[in-house]
């Protein structure tokens, strides 16, 4: 079974610039999961989508970060414009499903953006 | 690719000899708590899950601890190879409300051949 993909896998640009991610997750996963890891911490949730609806996106600043999953399928994540604190990794993920079922995570291998 | 967690924590041990990861996890109200195993470039990877109703659970050569009673998690690694060495991230969830994964702050395990 193929994984979760994201795409690129490392991006370096100016503070203030326009950056955008790409994932796919496994296929029929209804639930994708953005997160941002900083250096030497553990991920932190951004935002969760139920196949094309938010579930929960109360910890994404959305003043420059915004995503959408517009079929259900893939999804982009979105920073304009990127500030220097901005540099993590940015990982997604998916499940079967996020209801009362546990619904283990999958992670792709994530894109490591540089804000300089 | 990049490297994970170079702050962390770090636990180093002997091939073959048995690692024990802790976690103090936060929220009194979680429910479902996880392992997870991060190599450098790659995003975590799921190692076993332990529900709130159970203390112990085991899988292949892994063994999580609970205790609720100190909010404690602890992950147990026997005979531990060089192929184990990676940060670990434990991570919580509650059933109710909101249920997205909280992870901690990790540790990294380096395996001494």
């Known amino acids: 079974e193929a994984g979760v993909a994201q795409s690129p896998r490392y991006k370096i640009i100016e503070k203030r610039q326009s950056v955008a991610f790409w994932c796919n997750p496994i296929?029929?996963?209804?639930?994708l999961y953005w997160y941002q890891q900083i250096l030497g911490q553990g991920p932190k949730l951004l935002i969760q989508?139920?196949?094309?609806?938010?579930?929960?996106d109360s910890q994404l600043p959305k003043d420059r970060f915004s995503a959408e999953r517009l079929k259900g399928v893939d999804s982009t994540l979105k920073i304009q414009p990127a500030k220097l604190e901005d540099s993590a990794v940015y990982l997604c993920a998916s499940s079967l499903t996020s209801g009362k079922s546990l619904g283990e995570q999958y992670f792709g291998p994530g894109t490591r953006l540089t804000v300089t | 690719g990049e490297s994970v967690g170079l702050h962390l924590p770090t636990l180093s041990v002997q091939e073959g000899d048995n690692s024990i990861i802790n976690c103090a996890y936060s929220n009194s109200a979680s429910d479902y708590f996880i392992w997870y195993k991060q190599e450098s470039g790659k995003g975590p990877q799921f190692i076993i899950d332990?529900?709130?109703?159970?203390d112990k659970r085991q899988g292949q050569r892994v063994t999580v601890l609970l205790n609720k009673t100190v909010k404690h998690l602890s992950l147990q690694i026997a005979a531990t190879q060089p192929g184990d060495s990676a940060v670990y991230f434990c991570a919580e969830r509650m059933d109710t409300g909101r249920r997205a994964l909280t992870f901690g702050s990790g540790t990294r395990l380096q395996v001494q051949p």
């Open positions: 989508f139920q196949n094309n609806g938010v579930v929960d």
């Open positions: 296929s029929g996963h209804a639930t």
């Open positions: 332990i529900r709130s109703n159970m």
